[in-house]
């Protein structure tokens, strides 16, 4: 049986340039930077949450086809690709660290049912949600 979720993808035109992103921006530690034969290897994760990585994946790596490359770069530098969520216990106070390190927030922090909510971009144009959940948020009663 799935026990969780354990590396997912960010894809990135510039494996450096988004690692030092997640890693000077977001306070993301490196958890592996490996040759690989005509690859690079690379995950972060927050520092709090040791069983969860992101493979920072080359956009020009060995795993996609030109025409998919291609259409993945499109669709990254336009950001429409979002990737993912992350939970925060002040996303108020995470929004003005991470604005005076120079990450472009597309969304300030805002009241929504489940809690308090952000959005910003990555270097690439990937979007991320920054969440503050509710203390009261019960998804059984709220929503089903």
């Given amino acids: 049986m799935i026990k969780g979720l354990g590396i997912t993808t960010v894809w ?5 340039r988004t690692k030092a992103f997640f890693t000077e921006k977001l306070d993301f530690e490196v958890r592996s930077d490996l040759a690989m034969g005509d690859m690079r290897w690379v995950t972060v994760g927050a520092k709090d949450q040791p069983g ?3 493979a920072l994946m080359s956009l020009d790596g060995p795993g996609l086809d030109p025409e998919s490359a291609e259409a993945l770069k499109k669709l990254v530098a336009k950001g429409v690709l979002g990737a993912g969520a992350f939970r925060t216990d002040d996303c108020r106070g995470d929004y003005e660290t991470f604005r005076a390190r120079g990450v472009e927030f597309l969304q300030e ?3 929504r049912p489940y809690g308090i909510e952000a959005i910003f971009r990555d ?9 503050e959940r509710s203390e009261e948020l019960d998804f059984s009663k709220d929503f089903g």
Avoid at 12 to 16: A, E, S
């Fill in 12 to 16: 990135t035109t510039d494996q450096q």
């Fill in 52 to 54: 969860v990585e992101l």
């Fill in 123 to 131: 270097d690439n144009g990937n979007w991320y949600s920054l969440t």
């Fill in 109 to 111: 922090p805002r009241e």
